[in-house]
T-cell receptor
């Protein structure tokens, strides 16, 4: 599975959009981009995933560049409860492993 | 629907003791995973089982063994616990393939080895 690079930490004002970038320049054609988050010391929670088209669900939007080498997770109206570590993972559709990197610490501030 | 259940939630061991961490999922998933998370660090994959009857090493398998008892259950064993194994252990499950392969995680087992 391709490696991902994320900023170590980011701050966001409450009520504003949080845009979390992820680089995955070695992604291959059959690999999806997944996002998870981990609030405090709970188990990680799935957010969204996509292959090449932009995706949106009730939690977030995922924007994938045309060349698929990077993506951005967007939380449209961040709240204090969105403070968490956000992990970007690249995984093959039929891949077995699920390997996490260091993630981005997002701090939402009032 | 319980999802992924881990037992115990907390455990203190003495160096050299053995124990088994239990994990069960009720989503009929094929794949299951064990991770450890040290303070301030990300999750590291210990072992995974792509499907019933198979297990494979992850990033940090040394000092651990696993058993995929059946499709529902995947246990992690520490044969001789060491202080370096003090960590939070997470179990997860997912489908093996297809578009809906998001993983579901348990709430963790907090292990301290003294």
């Amino acid at each position: 599975d391709a490696k991902t690079t994320q900023p170590t930490s980011m701050d966001c004002a409450e009520g504003r959009a949080a845009n979390l970038p992820c680089n995955h320049s070695t992604i291959s054609g059959n690999e999806y981009v997944y996002w998870y988050r981990q609030i405090h010391s709970q188990g990680p929670q799935y957010i969204i995933h996509g292959l090449k088209n932009n995706e949106t669900n009730e939690m977030a939007s995922l924007i994938i560049t045309e060349d698929r080498k990077s993506s951005t997770l967007i939380l449209p109206h961040a709240t204090l409860r969105d403070t968490a570590v956000y992990y970007c993972i690249v995984r093959a559709l039929y891949g077995n492993k699920l390997v996490f990197g260091a993630g981005t610490i997002l701090r939402v501030k009032s | 629907n319980a999802g992924v259940t881990q037992t115990p939630k907390f455990q203190v061991l003495k160096t050299g003791q053995s124990m088994t961490l239990q994990c069960a999922q009720d989503m009929n998933h094929n794949s299951m995973y064990w991770y450890r998370q040290d303070p301030g660090m990300g999750l590291r994959l210990i072992y995974y089982s792509a499907s019933e009857g198979t297990t494979d090493k992850g990033e940090v398998p040394n000092g651990y063994n696993v058993s995929r008892l059946n499709k529902r259950e995947f246990s992690l064993r520490l044969e001789s616990a060491a202080p370096s194994q003090t960590s939070v252990y997470f179990c997860a499950s997912s489908e093996l393939s297809g578009a809906d392969t998001e993983a579901f995680f348990g709430q963790g087992t907090r292990l301290t080895v003294v």
